[in-house]
């Protein structure tokens, strides 16, 4: 018996594909016969799919058309004289048994009125989308420059008061200033590595602090003591939130979770769960979702925090979303990424609008009442937009302290003032800077330059 010559399975898979090109080749051209029924059929169910829900309406219509006996209409040979066959809203409601119709159509128009005709109806063109004009603010100017820490000033936060305001820095302090005359009330020392996050309670008299350390701290400021530690973090902790009506607290960090913990037990109510880089911004408001949160995988997550799970993950942008802020008033919240600063409405997270141009790390962002939305730069600059149209009325390059490098101008945190009038930003350079707005400025002074047909909006 012969031997069967052996060969590589890549060989045989070639010779198999050599003997179907082989069988095919002479009627690689020829294409099957078209089968009329089924092309019918299949631009039946097309049609149907795209205009199934006007069919109805349609059909009504010519047939009231050969019941007037309009059939020059309906052929098109008078149709520029007594009208445009329309959809209307049925025969039922709006046209009598004569054939009149009673303006209960989708849309009315009228036409020049001749013995023959009556009020007949179409689908008018939808309008252009008109950009609305930008509402004129006062540009803002640099009125005091403070310092005192030793390292980058990574965060601030003012009491509900508006008397102070504390920040804290790479020097593991955390300062408290007077808001009015910028000067020093009180230096609290425990953390034992940068602090990164602030915020103070409207309602006790606590301030809270974390940082790199892992450590979450609640401060009496009434003893100027550490009364409680909240311990689950894994790494270091960035941002913290508290909850504007219940005593909840929320922390996020370098772990990509978002933790959130009972402020009076210490209790680690619900660990969140499901980002995979991380977590740089966390917010809280009364109403859903209460708890939002941004992170370094480009993604924005809106969270249920009665089920303690993600209702909404958005995706639009293409790189870390390290600032995210809440409109005082309106249903919206914005997030900051190099790529843009995008606008969205609460609660399902639809998005709005972007607002193009700040090209750099934003590590930062501010709104006030009246509706100035200022993003901070890790490059020193700082971009004021108005919040309505996206507008970008102002940008300046913040200037850095004397004796400090260029790369130094760098914005970590900022934050208005209670009355909406004070911006406070802390920056690489070891200073916190407030700025004001300029008493002088007139809508002449510093007219809007607005050139609305130049904006193109992408919707992404």
Partial sequence: MEEVQRHSVHTLVFRSL?????????NQSLLPEIDEKMEKLKFNIKARDTYGLVFDRAAKAKALAAKRGDSDRSDGVNG???GVLAITAGEQEGIAPDGTNTQTALLPISTPVSQNTTNAVQILPKKAPTIPRPKWHAPWKLCRVISGHLGWVRCVAVEPGNEWFATGA???????WD???????????????????LSV??????LFSCGEDRQVKCWDLEYNKVIRHYHGHLSAVYTMSLHPTIDVLVTAGRDSTARVWDMRTKANIHTLTGHTNTVASVVTQAANPQIITGSHDSTVRLWDLAAGKSMCTLTNHKKSVRAIVLHPSLYMFASASPDNI???????GNFIQNLSGHNSIVNCMAVNPEGVLVSGGDNGTMFFWDWRTGYNFQRFQAAVQPGSMDSEAGIFSMTFDQSGSRLITTEADKTIKIYKEDDEATEESHPINWRPEIIKRRKY
């Fill in 179 to 197: 808001l009015a005359s910028g000067k020093l009330k009180l230096s609290l020392t425990g953390h034992v590595s940068t602090v990164r996050a």
């Fill in 342 to 348: 995008k606008q969205w409405r609460c609660p399902e």
């Fill in 201 to 206: 309670s409207p309602r006790h008299p606590y």
């Fill in 80 to 82: 520029v004289k007594d």
């Fill in 18 to 26: 050599k003997r179907t090109h082989d069988f095919f080749v002479a």
């Fill in 170 to 176: 790479a020097d593991r302090v955390i300062k408290i």
